[in-house]
């Protein structure tokens, strides 16, 4: 079956420091991957995506994520960080019909 | 344009009550997810629509657990008899069909069965 694991559950990180969100999957022949932003009681919102091509990928709000199939890992980086950038952020693999997200990483920007 | 709505966003029921759950897809979308968030986790899949036919059901936890799409538009997502386990978030999406595989989000309904 396909798996995402998300190795941190919470990332403390001080503003306009760097920060990276470890996401790890299930190898598979062929993978599509996504990062998803979850602010309070609010829905998903999708920062970028692997399709295909270049394996690193920008997405929205200064975020980048590369695609490493020999490590079968996809994580998320910024260089610097603002409070806003504070939420739960999701990785997730799947196709048209179904995704399958990892449990979560809260990152918490302190001023 | 107008993103994916639910309602309600918070839905209160006693142990043994069925309730309803609607969502809006974005206008045009032919396929529509529904998942289940609990406290802590990701969002896990439940179904899949394309338009009005059910492709996917294989993540519904039990036959408690109902959804429809009949015009291909709206989803109601329906739960019989409820249990305290079913208290999550239950989030909508949509999306376009083509490859792009991108799926919009609605806000989602917060359950919670006393």
Known sequence: ?111 | GAGVSQSPRYKVAKRGQDVALRCDPISGHVSLFWYQQALGQGPEFLTYFQNEAQLDKSGLPSDRFFAERPEGSVSTLKIQRTQQEDSAVYLCASSWTGGEYEQYFGPGTRLTVT
């Open chain 1, 1 to 111: 079956a396909q798996s995402v694991t998300q190795l941190d559950s919470q990332v403390p990180v001080f503003e306009e420091a760097p920060v990276e969100l470890r996401c790890n999957y299930s190898s598979s022949v062929s993978v599509y991957l996504f990062w998803y932003v979850q602010y309070p009681n609010q829905g998903l919102q999708l920062l970028l995506k692997y399709l295909s091509g270049s394996t690193l990928v920008k997405g929205i709000n200064g975020f980048e994520a590369e695609f490493n199939k020999s490590q079968t890992s996809f994580h998320l980086r910024k260089p610097s960080v603002h409070i806003s950038d504070t939420a739960e952020y999701f990785c997730a693999r799947g196709s048209a019909r179904q995704l399958t997200f990892g449990s979560g990483t809260q990152l918490t920007v302190l001023p």
